[in-house]
Every structure is written in structure tokens, then in C-alpha cells.
T-cell receptor, first 113, second 116 residues
């Protein structure tokens, strides 16, 4: 079945770049997403990428997709303390017809002042 | 409403009891989803509604779980004979069906269910 994996923790210093990695198994995944979850809050969509793209940039966020290796990464430039949260990678396959997501286990990002 | 609203935000119940969790989606969003997030895990899909009908309930763990959306708006997730393993945060999300992929969902803040 489909599986999405992420490393559990990442710690960076304020002002540095953060890179959060994700691997997925479903080769038919067409849409890949990054969500942010802060304590006690719902998930917030940060950005997404279609499988026909290799890179997408949105302000401080850069998403890289390597389809051959089924690897997705999220780079946060100039990381701030407000970026401390759990980041989830998710994939979706439109051929399933249900628009459901398969989420990774999440990467807890801690930004040190 | 402006966002997806879930009530209650916290629910503590005794093992064996029945609980109902409510989700009020964004007005006009025809698609509604329930996910369950256990501690330290990512959300797991439970059920998807398109309008009033459950288009995909393949994620419901067993027949103790049931969800309805009778008027195509508010949805209720119902859990019978609760077990301690049901303790989790239950997340609801909604989207416009046609834009689910490129706009993603809007999630509510969740209901934290604790079964004691």
C-alpha cells in the first residue's frame, strides 16, 4: 500500500535554512503537499507541487521533487522561531477518485534562537 | 462560516460509552473529510463525503464507527462502545470538490477524544 515517510526531528538555528525530507512509495501520486501543524491547531496548507514539476518556490519556501527517487523536500529559508511546528508531507492520487491524502508521520522542527 | 468548526474541542468519555463528534464545514464546500490523528502520528483517512453521501468510507476501522452528513453540510462522526484505543484527535476538513487538489483542504482544529 501507499506509504509516506519522514524523519522525526530537525533542529536549526534562527536565520539558517531548514530542509525537511519526505519519501513516498506510490508512483502514481500526482499531487504532493506540505502542511504545518502548530500546537493545538489544525493543519495549515503551506504549499503543493504537481508531479510534472521539479521545483516550486513560494517566498521563503522551496519544494523540490525527485520523481525517480520518490523524494520530496521542503526548504525554509531564513528560518524563524515562528516556524517551529510539525511539518507533514502528504500525497494524493486523483485516480482514486476520493481526493484522500496519505500523510507522513511528521517532522518536528525546532528553531533555536 | 469562515473556517471549519469542530465541536467539542475536547471530549473525555468512559470506555464503552457512545460519542458524537460534530463538524461544520466552510459554507459551500461540498466535500468533507474525517481523519484521525493518534499521538506522534500523521492524520489517517477515515471517510470522505461528497454532498450527502459517503463516497469513500474505506478508512473507518470497524463497524463501531459511523458518520453522517444528512443535509450536505454539517457532519457527525459517531463512535459506539468506545475503546481506549479510540483516543486520538479527530480532524475534519472540507474543500470544494473541483479544487481539492490544487487548493488542498481546510482543516478544523480537531476534537481531542480521550477514552478512560
Amino acid at each position: 500500500g501507499e506509504d509516506v515517510e519522514q524523519s522525526l526531528f530537525l533542529s536549526v538555528r534562527e536565520g539558517d535554512s531548514s530542509v525537511i525530507n519526505c519519501t513516498y512509495t506510490d508512483s502514481s501520486s500526482t499531487y504532493l503537499y506540505w502542511y504545518k501543524q502548530e500546537p493545538g491547531a489544525g493543519l495549515q496548507l503551506l504549499t503543493y507541487i504537481f508531479s510534472n514539476m521539479d521545483m516550486k518556490q513560494d517566498q521563503r519556501l522551496t519544494v523540490l521533487l525527485n520523481k525517480k527517487d520518490k523524494h520530496l523536500s521542503l526548504r525554509i529559508a531564513d528560518t524563524q522561531t515562528g516556524d517551529s511546528a510539525i511539518y507533514f508531507c502528504a500525497e494524493s492520487n486523483p485516480t482514486s477518485g476520493t481526493y484522500k491524502y496519505i500523510f507522513g508521520t511528521g517532522t518536528r522542527l525546532k528553531v533555536l534562537a | 462560516g469562515a473556517g471549519v468548526s469542530q465541536t467539542p474541542s475536547n471530549k473525555v468519555t468512559e470506555k464503552g460509552k457512545y460519542v458524537e463528534l460534530r463538524c461544520d464545514p466552510i459554507s459551500g464546500h461540498t466535500a468533507l473529510y474525517w481523519y484521525r490523528q493518534s499521538l506522534g502520528q500523521g492524520p489517517e483517512f477515515l471517510i470522505y463525503f461528497q454532498g450527502t453521501g459517503a463516497a469513500d468510507d474505506s478508512g473507518l476501522p470497524n463497524d463501531r464507527f459511523f458518520a453522517v452528513r444528512p443535509e450536505g453540510s454539517v457532519s457527525t462522526l459517531k463512535i459506539q462502545r468506545t475503546e481506549r484505543g479510540d483516543s486520538a484527535v479527530y480532524l475534519c476538513a472540507s474543500s470544494q470538490r473541483s479544487r481539492a487538489f490544487d487548493y488542498g483542504y481546510t482543516f478544523g482544529s480537531g476534537t481531542r477524544l480521550t477514552v478512560v
